[in-house]
C-alpha cells in the first residue's frame, strides 16, 4: 500500500498531538512523515520547505487561519490535498472552505473510523463533507459561479492576513517581521484594507474580522 506524508495544523498541541498518535495506526500514513504546526503562517512556510501529501488543518488559528492558509496552499500547490478539521458547522465557513480549495471539511467530534475514511476518500481525488453538515449548504455552493460572494471576497488574501493580524492586536513591526515584509508596505497594505472596506480606524477593523469570522471575540 502507498504511504503518504500529513500535516497537522492546529494551534491547540494536545490536540496536534492526539491526532499524530490516532493516525499513526492507518496503514496509509507514513510514520516517518507526519509533521505539526501550530497556526496557517507557520504551515504555509513549512509547505515551502516540505511538500506533505495530505494536510489536516484547524480553521481558528492565530497570525493567519485555517481558511487563509489553505487557499495560499492551494494556489501554490494544488496537488496537496486539504482536510478541513473544525468545529464549525455554519455556512460561512463551510462555503470558504469550498471556495478557497479545500478537498474536504470535516467536524472535530468525528470518530476516528471516519476520519480515516475521509482522508482516503480525498486521496483517492473525491472530495470528502461530514454527513453532519447540511447539505443544503454544499447544494447551495455548487449551484451558483464559485459561491456567493462575501465581503472578504474583495481583500486579497494577503490584505485578509494583515487585517487578521491587526485585529489580534498585532504591531506593524511585528506584522513586517512575521510576513518578511518591510514596515512601509505593511502600512501601505492597511491603507489598502481600510479604503476597500470604507473602515477608518483600527477598532473598526476588529469589529468587521469578528463580524466575518476573521477571528473570534
Do not use: C, W
Amino acid at each position: 500500500m502507498e504511504k503518504y506524508s500529513i500535516l497537522f495544523v492546529d494551534d491547540h498541541t494536545l490536540l496536534r498531538q492526539g491526532l499524530v498518535s490516532l493516525t499513526q495506526h492507518f496503514p496509509f500514513i507514513d510514520n516517518e512523515q507526519i509533521y505539526q504546526a501550530s497556526n496557517g503562517l507557520e504551515a504555509v512556510n513549512f509547505v515551502k520547505r516540505t511538500q506533505p501529501d495530505l494536510i489536516v488543518m484547524d480553521v481558528s488559528m492565530p497570525e493567519m487561519n485555517g481558511l487563509e492558509a489553505t487557499e495560499a496552499i492551494k494556489n501554490q500547490y494544488p496537488e496537496i490535498k486539504v482536510l478541513i478539521l473544525s468545529h464549525y458547522n455554519n455556512e460561512p465557513y463551510v462555503i470558504r472552505a469550498l471556495k478557497v480549495g479545500a478537498d474536504g471539511y470535516m467536524l472535530k467530534d468525528v470518530a476516528v473510523e471516519e476520519l480515516q475514511g475521509g482522508l482516503q476518500e480525498i486521496i483517492a481525488g473525491r472530495m470528502y463533507i461530514s454527513p453532519d453538515i447540511d447539505q443544503t449548504i454544499v447544494s447551495r455552493m455548487e449551484s451558483t459561479e464559485g459561491g456567493e460572494l462575501d465581503a472578504l471576497d474583495i481583500l486579497t488574501s494577503r490584505q485578509r492576513t494583515i487585517l487578521q493580524m491587526i485585529a489580534e492586536g498585532h504591531s506593524t513591526k511585528d506584522i513586517a517581521d512575521k510576513l518578511f515584509l518591510s514596515v512601509k508596505t505593511i502600512e501601505a497594505h492597511r491603507a489598502n484594507v481600510m479604503d476597500r472596506l470604507n473602515i477608518r480606524d483600527v477598532p473598526g477593523l476588529v469589529r468587521f474580522a469578528i463580524r466575518t469570522g476573521l477571528i473570534q471575540a
